[in-house]
């Protein structure tokens, strides 16, 4: 079993992974409004990512023999429930949401090294790793969406990009 300090803050994650995901759908959802199927296409990506790594958070938690309380994703999402103006503005959100989520796996694997809990710190490492790459992403689609965030032609080849995500 988990420390409940720890059992709290990898339940609080888990919750907070899915309600990313449905984070990142409502900006899908945005991008479909304004017709740039290709950035919907990548924020759906995005949020089938965030279900899997909800999923590792709830099979470790079960798999150390504690049980998760499910709590209401509107709670999560906070301020961060909002209509967007602009192209650019979901992207300062990913931006900032990546940020937020880095912040919170990086408490976690410092509560862990503190409890010399050794399995989580090492189930959490490629979270850590990941975060890397997420923040490094964000921050770059973010400045290219600036950057065409006036030019048609530059929207439209970028919304091809974005079509291709895997
Ligand atoms: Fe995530
Ligand atoms: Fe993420």
Redesign the pocket.
């Known amino acids: 079993m988990l420390s409940p300090k720890l059992k709290s803050l990898l339940e609080t994650q888990y919750n907070k992974?899915l309600a990313?995901g449905y984070f990142y759908m409502q900006i899908a959802e945005f991008y479909d409004r304004i017709n740039l199927p290709g950035f919907a296409h990548f924020f759906k990506k995005q949020a089938e990512?965030?279900n899997d790594?909800a999923m590792k958070f709830y099979q470790y938690i079960v798999d150390r023999g504690d049980r998760i309380i499910f709590q209401p994703i509107s709670v999560l999402l906070g301020t961060e429930f909002k209509d967007f103006q602009g192209i650019t503005d979901p992207m300062v959100a990913f931006v900032e949401h990546e940020r937020k989520?880095t912040d919170a796996i990086e408490m976690l694997s410092t509560e862990a090294k503190i409890e010399n809990d050794n399995r989580t710190y090492a189930f959490l490492h490629e979270?850590n790793i990941?975060q890397v790459e997420?923040v490094m992403m964000a921050e770059e689609m973010l400045s290219k969406t600036s950057l065409i965030k006036d030019d048609g032609a530059g929207i439209l080849i970028y919304d091809l990009e974005l079509a291709k995500a895997e």
Do not use: A
Request: aromatic residues 12%.
């Open positions: 992974e990313s990512e965030e790594h989520v979270f990941e997420e």
